[in-house]
């Protein structure tokens, strides 16, 4: 996906309450924003509106006294969501079609993003997705299952690409449901390498327990979303051959929705932009499959 130029505002708006996050003082927040419009103006609406963010998210990394400014908010949406997770799992059991209610929480868990919502209160959106199964899980735009259940009982290799801490919780409902139907099935669950806002890391997929289940990789950036050209050879390399891959998260679309691979991603619509791009409403949710490869290879 390319840029907007309305995505621009709302870089600096991120920038802005990052910063207030963390507690950089407002000569410092000036430079910062000073900072990223030189970077702004050198960039070009070709690139992914998270390729372009990624330079001014390492610019609250440097200025953050501990390196990971969004350490303890990981922290606390990891623990919230851990304390649902015997909800979710009992939720999954007593549905009509699992894998379906498996893959509508995992979605609605995609609310827990500080990169869009930098003011969002953790365990006030924990309650409204287990409210009455959140009435927004069933508001879907595109929602192309019977692609994903046909795809994925035919698929040996799968890549499922994290987004954020907590909400991985929700992402390990669907991963146990997934492997409960085909246990030989080969998964990775990718995360990223650094800090980068509330996005999971190694250590966020160990609290979760995801590296029980399958292998635990890192795409070897500290960028929101998957910028292919930042990744690891190694993490290409897996997305390469995977059969099927499963994206979590409005970032990760921005940045693959272009590719032509076999990808499945899963997210709530949560501004303008996306919504455009996608022809949906904010709020929706989606569970959409490439077109781009579908028209690739002949599907």
């Known amino acids: 996906m390319n840029t907007y130029i309305d995505c621009i505002p709302c870089f600096f708006r991120q920038l802005i309450e990052g ?51 969004y350490k ?80 994925l009982k035919k698929a040996k290799r799968i890549l499922y690409l994290g987004d954020n801490a907590g909400e991985i919780v929700f992402d390990r409902v669907l991963i146990e449901e997934i492997k409960r139907m085909y246990p030989q099935k080969s ?17 966020d997929a160990r609290v979760c327990g995801i590296d029980k289940m399958v292998s635990v990789i890192s795409n070897g950036t500290s960028a929101p979303g998957t910028v292919l050209s930042l990744c690891s050879k190694g993490f290409k390399r897996i997305y390469k051959n995977a059969d099927i891959i499963i994206s979590k998260g409005q970032g990760n679309f921005e940045s693959l929705s272009q590719e032509k691979r076999p990808i499945f991603f899963l997210f709530m619509v949560k501004c303008p932009v996306v919504a455009k791009e996608t022809g949906c409403k904010i709020g929706d949710t989606i569970l959409f499959y490439n077109q781009r490869y579908m028209k690739g290879s002949g599907k």
């Open 187 to 203: 998964i990775y669950y990718a995360v990223k390498e650094k800090p980068i806002i509330n996005d999971a890391l190694l250590a």
């Open 72 to 151: 303890e908010i990981k922290q606390k949406s990891n623990n919230l969501a851990l304390g649902l997770f015997a909800e979710i799992k009992h939720r999954v059991k007593r549905a009509n079609d699992r894998l379906l209610t498996a893959v509508e929480l995992a979605i609605a868990g995609n609310i827990i993003d500080f990169g869009i919502k930098n003011n969002l209160n953790v365990h006030e959106e924990l309650k409204k997705i287990m409210a009455a199964e959140n009435k927004s899980i069933h508001n879907k735009s595109i929602f192309h299952y019977a692609q994903f259940k046909q795809d």
């Open 19 to 69: 910063a207030r996050i963390i507690g950089v003082k407002p000569k410092r927040q000036k430079q910062i924003i000073d900072e990223f419009a030189r970077i702004i103006q050198k960039s070009t609406l070709r690139s992914s509106p998270t390729e372009i963010i990624s330079h001014g998210y390492h610019l609250l990394t440097k200025a953050s006294t501990t390196g990971d400014p």
